[in-house]
């Protein structure tokens, strides 16, 4: 296996604009997690997936943000309007349980000017 | 919100040496485990240990827990120049729930 892929590995965009992050996980790994990583708060949860359902989406910092899994093979999340402020290593992990073992994938490191 | 956190902040030591790290969290824990970052590379987890574990091993790796105090650490015996890494604890809190984590400890190896 390939392992947890991301794309794109950079993004650089302007404030206002749409982004959207792409996932592959491992296949079969029932669980997949979204995290934003930046020097100030560190590593954070922003939503998880179980079977493709949302599980839970409290770290999701406002209504910009939206993630879906349409398939047990694909995730995106989006940002709509991006801001400056967003800027962060966004980071998708997979596993076979909720708890244990996650796989990370590269990170997509987004710049918004 | 932050489970864990990592003590210290960075340490720096030379090759051979062994390095500790030390991790605290606030709720009761099934598990604890531990992850490590290279520079500009996703997490790779390292080693787990229950809550009705008090030691682990993992070749170089050795980690302890403390219910009581709620606290971990890592030590990582002779330290190679390839250690040089952020490393992280997680928690899960409560069962069912996602791995928090810590802000991480950057450990440096020079040879």
């Known amino acids: 296996d390939a392992g947890v892929i991301q794309s794109p590995r950079h993004e650089v965009t302007e404030m206002g604009q749409e982004v959207t992050l792409r996932c592959k996980p491992i296949?079969?790994?029932?669980?997949l997690f979204w995290y934003r990583q930046t020097m100030m708060r560190g590593l954070e949860l922003l939503i998880y997936?179980?079977?493709?359902?949302?599980?839970?989406d409290s770290g999701m910092p406002e209504d910009r943000f939206s993630a879906k899994m349409p398939n047990a093979s694909f995730s995106t999340l989006k940002i709509q309007p991006s801001e400056p402020r967003d800027s962060a290593v966004y980071f998708c992990?997979?596993?076979?349980?909720?708890?244990?073992?996650?796989?990370f994938g590269s990170g997509t490191r987004l710049t918004v000017v | 919100s932050q489970q864990g956190e990592e003590d210290p902040q960075a340490l720096s030591i030379q090759e051979g040496e062994n390095a500790t790290m030390n991790c605290s969290y606030k709720?009761?824990?099934?598990?604890l485990q531990w992850y490590r970052q290279n520079s500009g590379r996703g997490l790779v987890h390292l080693i787990l240990?229950?809550?009705?574990?008090r030691e682990k091993h993992s070749g170089r790796l050795r980690v302890t827990l403390d219910t009581s105090k709620k606290s971990s650490s890592l030590l990582i015996t002779a330290s190679r120049a390839a250690d040089t890494a952020s490393y992280f604890c997680?928690?899960?809190?409560?069962?069912?729930?996602?791995?928090?984590f810590g802000k991480g400890t950057t450990l440096s190896v020079s040879s």
């Open positions: 992990a997979s596993s076979l349980t909720g708890y244990y073992g996650y796989t």
């Open positions: 296949s079969g790994h029932d669980y």
């Open positions: 997936f179980n079977n493709n359902v949302p599980i839970d």
């Open positions: 709720t009761s824990i099934n598990n």
């Open positions: 240990i229950r809550s009705n574990e």
């Open positions: 997680a928690t899960d809190g409560q069962a069912g729930t996602a791995l928090i």
